[in-house]
Nanobody, 116 residues
């Protein structure tokens, strides 16, 4: 089970940190991703940590502003978001799976609203 938290409303230019706590499995064994779905747009994978080499990939839209990290001891993944823009408004989901393309476990989502 994955449970996200930390969403909310923030003004443009502000920061938020999302958390995703896992239970029933260890994040260390899986690829981990944050995805978002904005109103009227397709789902977008924001960052993903690969299982093969531990590398992290970011969508161009968030490079330099968002950072994914994980705390193995807490079995929790974070998404630090800075310099937020109105276009970052979306429901954010964390997901885990065998690879960044095969994400089988999903959280319920947390809403982030950025106002200009």
């Amino acid at each position: 089970q994955l449970v996200e938290s930390g969403g909310g409303s923030v003004q443009s230019g502000g920061s938020l940190r999302l958390s995703c706590a896992a239970s029933g499995f260890s994040f260390g064994d899986y690829a981990i991703a944050w995805l978002r779905r904005a109103p009227g747009k397709e789902r977008e994978r924001v960052p993903c940590i690969s299982t093969s080499d531990g590398s992290t990939t970011y969508a161009d839209s968030v490079k330099g502003r968002f950072t994914i990290s994980r705390d193995g001891a807490k079995n929790t993944v974070y998404l630090q978001m800075s310099s937020l823009k109105s276009e970052d408004t979306a429901v954010y989901y964390c997901a885990a799976g065998l690879s960044c393309r095969l994400l089988d476990y999903w959280g319920q989502g947390t809403l982030v609203t950025v106002s200009s």
